[in-house]
């Protein structure tokens, strides 16, 4: 069992920057690929970008390559997602997620999730 928390969003303007985090519990953490998904209004889910266990495999979204970094900290159980040349189609909720195995941009494959964090970004 895998608890996530999400952390650090919030308003920024277009061209800024958010980090959010990502804090799991358990004692295995580094055996679970990670996933970060956002969900706008109205809008489907979208994958954002996913870490393998050992950071070896890393995947993203078109829609961020470039903008967006994914990495994550075994040690303090965290991953993170850092966001930068925000545009106001980033503005979402963000949702972290985790599986055993392979890290993969497939949502459905993913067995936790946090309760998700707002990231508003104005134009």
């Known amino acids: 069992q895998v608890q996530l928390v999400e952390s650090g969003g919030g308003l920024v303007q277009a061209g800024g920057s958010l980090r959010l985090s990502c804090a799991a519990s358990g004692r295995t953490f580094s055996t679970y690929a990670m996933g970060w998904f956002r969900q706008a209004p109205g809008k489907e889910r979208e994958s954002v970008a996913a870490i393998s266990g050992g950071s070896s495999t890393i995947y993203y979204a078109n829609s961020v390559k470039g903008r967006f970094t994914i990495s994550r900290d075994n040690a303090k159980m965290t991953v993170y997602l850092e966001m930068n040349s925000l545009i106001h189609e980033d503005t979402a909720i963000y949702y972290c997620?985790?599986?055993?195995?392979?890290?993969?941009?497939?949502?459905?494959?993913?067995?936790?999730w946090g309760q998700g964090t707002q990231v508003t970004v104005s134009s």
């Open positions: 997620a985790a599986k055993k195995g392979r890290a993969t941009m497939n949502p459905d494959a993913h067995d936790y």
